[in-house]
């Protein structure tokens, strides 16, 4: 079974920074377009940022200029690097894999797209 694992969530308060990363047991991970989303209890699971197999970068409106995704195909991991937290910003963040290319045809990937999810990281920002 193909595993994500993501890591780096925790507690900060508004304006500081947390970075998360997402490692995979892909075999072909390069392939993979992997992007990170965030869900609020009661809420859809929402689109937060990606990342093409070629390195083009998507966000949603709310993170960009906070917020870079990035990927290491070597060590077949996606990062996160948040700035600039703000309260809005609390979820469960995860990562998933997508084998299509919806997030390049559209500017951002449905979760009902994504292959490979993995179970989460919490990030809690406080005012």
């Known amino acids: 079974q193909v595993q994500l694992v993501e890591s780096g969530g925790g507690t900060v308060l508004a304006g500081g920074s947390l970075r998360l990363s997402c490692t995979s047991s892909l075999n072909t991970f390069g392939v993979y377009t992997m992007a990170w989303f965030r869900q609020v209890d009661g809420n859809e699971r929402e689109f937060v940022a990606g990342?093409?197999?070629?390195?083009?970068?998507f966000y949603r409106s709310s993170v960009k200029g906070r917020f870079t995704v990035s990927r290491d195909n070597a060590n077949k991991a996606v990062f996160l690097q948040m700035h600039d937290l703000k309260p809005e910003d609390t979820a469960v963040y995860y990562c998933?894999?997508?084998?299509?290319?919806?997030?390049?045809?559209?500017?951002?990937?449905?979760?009902?797209?994504?292959?490979?999810w993995g179970k989460g990281t919490l990030v809690t920002v406080s005012s």
């Open positions: 998933g894999a997508d084998r299509g290319a919806s997030l390049s045809r559209l500017g951002f990937m449905s979760w009902k797209v994504v292959n490979y």
């Open positions: 990342i093409t197999q070629s390195g083009t970068t």
